[in-house]
């Protein structure tokens, strides 16, 4: 599989300057020759414009998951599914 970019979907926030919250993690292609940058979908089809890339890489070991341990109950099913981190 290729280079796996992970990628946060936010709420709207509720101030101007204020962060969103993140409501789900998704898992995107990387983009051709920026492998640090998400592609323009996500594995589940998803616009990735304004989600926000995640402060670390994806886990490339078999049998790791691919996003972070704290935002398991966030992970988007489909891409999941996508990435075979069954």
Known sequence: MSEIVVVYE???????????????????PASLGRPSAPGPRTYCGRDTFAMAPAPRRAAEDPGVPWYAPESAELVCASCDAAVGND
Not at 12 to 26: L, N
Request: glycine share 6%; aromatic share 0%.
């Open 10 to 28: 936010l709420d709207q926030p509720s101030a101007a300057h204020a962060p969103g919250r993140t409501v789900r993690v998704h898992a995107a």
